[in-house]
């Protein structure tokens, strides 16, 4: 069964929007979420039905005079529906409406996941990074850094985001760095290395040499920047200090990090690095238009649709084209529809849009629009319908069963260490796995059983990519073919799935059978195995943990570690690091012993390591970029584990 979701929520004049963190599915992948509700009175009931892969739902079908509703919800999987997450009680508050760049924190620019810092202090854990152009602060750009946790600042560290400036389509040259030297990028920070009160510094960084980054201060940040207690890092720079960026220029080549320092041979002037407990992926910011914090009329939604009423299934085709904006510099954004029968709301930017209802019954169909500045309609607009009964008909004629389809995470499939599950909407169900490496020890492999008196069918479905390899297919211990995964299209974690993209088996006479994939070369995929007349056999005793996927940047000469918590029982742990530049670099395990279990070289951007381990706890997992020019890279990891 799913464990319980922790779920969260707030409540205005229109609707309640919950949200939530997804729960382990307790072995099997979840398929729906179970929305419930009660008000200040009354029993509980199901007021809504979310999918499998949403975290959040808005309940419209609210009433305003109703003081408080309280909600929870459940996830299901195919074994049933699992434990019940907390309740929470939700209030009438005021609109919570998005003001972009005009106000801090502003557009986020860069998130980066929690709990990846390798020395795993919460001061250390950036979580995002935003941009805003506030009008109480003319002239200047707000860099706000959130990090986990800042109720104590450590000594001794730098919080930094480098970034550029391209002013017209042109990247700026920033000023030479402390040796009269060139720079690559400008910065802002937080500073606590030479002294215990934090200062606030702008500047730019090097790489005299190919050696370690260098930080040259230029100067103080503005008056207004600030820390606060929650974790938010506040930088406020004057846009003439960066070339003056304007409208539609682009902040560009974002990158925020949290650096440990020694203090600077002269005081605010920089320091060499020594380790770098966190840092995030790249983003950038486009400066908004003069025009976008001026003051903005919320729009007005209105609902028509072509009939309101008919017989079970009723398609019906809805038009919010009617909806409008009073303010001469804004248009209708996007469209939310929510169509009264327990599911999710639907946006987008047509207004025009088809539902079919399948139950008989009386529904209210409910439309607001968001302008192009983000401000949500004044008014939720309502079309209500009356959906009724169809006259019995004749039963049909029964069709054949079609084939039971196994996923790729299926507990019936057998797996040798070094197969990863990445989670993708193209995939039969919304995720599959796929293996990188050479190896003629590794494997995928199916047991079935055909019953007595019938002939059974196998049908092994599979993705490709540009980065795909081969593999042996082997039935009952009989070669049969050899499957390329080769294609122009994908990406290694993204790969292209078309119907074409199986081999079938056929005429299987009753009794155990076994397909098996070996050989494996380069990438190999498998999306699922779907049986004809066929049952799959015992579970496997051991197979793939959880996978964890992380990006990572690491400058040249530096190393970038990441943590990996091994499970109890796991046998194998299988590590793949990707990057779009094949450069040089080396991938490394650790265990909790501090012993270098294995250490490989990329080749073609890749490095692939598969280790015994024999400890469960914290491991290291370690890029070491030996290049001469920054690395970006992705770090996969999944363990063999018993089950």
Wanted: hydrophobic share 35%; charged share 15%; net charge negative.
């Amino acid at each position: 069964m799913p464990k319980s979701p922790y779920l969260t929520g707030f409540r205005d004049d229109m609707a309640s929007y919950l949200t939530w963190n997804p729960p382990d599915n307790g072995g099997s992948a979840i398929t729906a979420y179970d929305i419930y509700r009660r008000g200040n009175s009354g029993s509980e009931k199901l007021v809504g039905q979310a999918s499998g892969k949403a975290t959040s739902y808005n309940d419209r079908t609210v009433d305003s005079l109703v003081n408080t509703y309280i909600y929870r919800i459940t996830a299901v999987n195919g074994v049933g529906e699992g434990a019940s997450s907390n309740s929470v009680s939700l209030i009438v508050e005021p609109r919570r409406e998005a003001t972009g760049a005009c106000q801090t924190p502003g557009v986020t620019a860069i998130f980066d996941p929690a709990g990846d810092a390798s020395d795993t202090l919460p001061s250390h854990d950036i979580t995002s990074v935003s941009m805003a152009e506030p009008e109480n602060l003319p002239g200047k750009l707000v860099f706000t850094m959130k990090v986990a946790d800042l109720k104590t600042i450590p000594p001794g560290g730098r919080w930094a985001v480098r970034f550029g400036v391209s002013k017209s389509g042109i990247q700026q040259t920033p000023p030479p760095d402390v040796s009269g030297g060139p720079s690559e990028d400008y910065f802002v920070s937080m500073v606590t290395s030479d002294g215990a009160a934090p200062t606030f510094t702008w500047g730019v960084t090097s790489v005299p040499q190919g050696a370690s980054r260098v930080f040259t201060t230029v100067g103080s940040l503005d008056g207004a920047s600030k820390v606060e207690a929650n974790g938010a890092i506040t930088l406020v720079i004057s846009k003439s200090l960066v070339n003056n960026p304007g409208p539609g220029d682009l902040i560009n080549n974002m990158l925020g990090s949290v650096r440990a320092t020694v203090p600077s041979a002269l005081p605010g002037t920089g320091g060499t690095n020594e380790t770098i407990p966190d840092s995030t992926g790249p983003g950038s910011y486009t400066l908004r238009t003069a025009t976008l914090c001026l003051p903005n009329t919320a729009p007005v939604a209105v609902i028509s649709a072509d009939t309101d009423h008919g017989v079970m299934p009723l398609t019906v085709n809805f038009n919010g084209s009617g909806s409008r904006d009073v303010d001469s510099i804004d248009s209708i954004q996007s469209y939310t529809f929510n169509f009264g029968d327990g599911g999710d709301d639907v946006t987008q930017s047509s207004p025009t849009i088809s539902h079919t209802f399948i139950e008989e019954g009386e529904y209210i169909v409910r439309l607001v629009v968001t302008d192009s500045r983000g401000k949500v309609s004044s008014n939720t607009a309502q079309f209500h319908l009356e959906v009724e009964e169809a006259s019995p008909t004749p039963s049909p004629t029964p069709t054949p069963q079609p084939p039971s389809c196994i996923e790729d995470d299926g507990a019936s499939v057998a797996y040798s260490n070094g197969w990863h599950l990445i989670n993708y909407g193209n995939a039969s169900g919304g995720h599959f796995r796929y293996h990188q490496g050479g190896s003629s020890s590794h494997f995928a492999a199916l047991d079935f059983n055909v019953p007595s008196g019938s002939t059974g069918s196998i049908t092994y479905l599979f993705a490709k990519s540009a980065k795909g390899g081969t593999a042996d297919v082997y039935l009952d211990g009989v070669f049969k073919q050899t499957v390329n995964f080769a294609s122009n299209a994908g990406t290694t974690q993204a790969p292209e799935f078309k119907p074409e993209y199986n081999v079938q088996f056929g005429a299987l006479s009753a009794g155990a059978h076994k397909l098996e994939i070996r050989n494996l070369s380069g990438v190999v995929y498998v999306d699922a195995f779907c049986l004809q007349n066929s049952a799959a056999g015992a579970q496997p005793t051991s197979g793939p943990g959880t996978t964890t996927n992380q990006s990572g940047t690491a400058s040249a000469g530096q190393t970038s570690t990441s943590g990996f918590s091994m499970p109890a029982g796991a046998q194998e742990i299988s590590v793949v690091a990707a990057s779009s530049l094949n450069v040089p670099y080396k991938l490394v395990l650790v265990n909790p012993s501090g012993v270098a279990l294995q250490t490989v070289d990329a080749a073609n951007g890749v490095a692939v390591l598969n280790s015994t381990v024999n400890q469960s706890g914290p491991y290291l997992i370690k890029v070491v970029n030996v290049s001469l020019g920054p690395l970006q890279f992705t770090v996969t990891a999944t363990p063999l584990v018993s089950r």
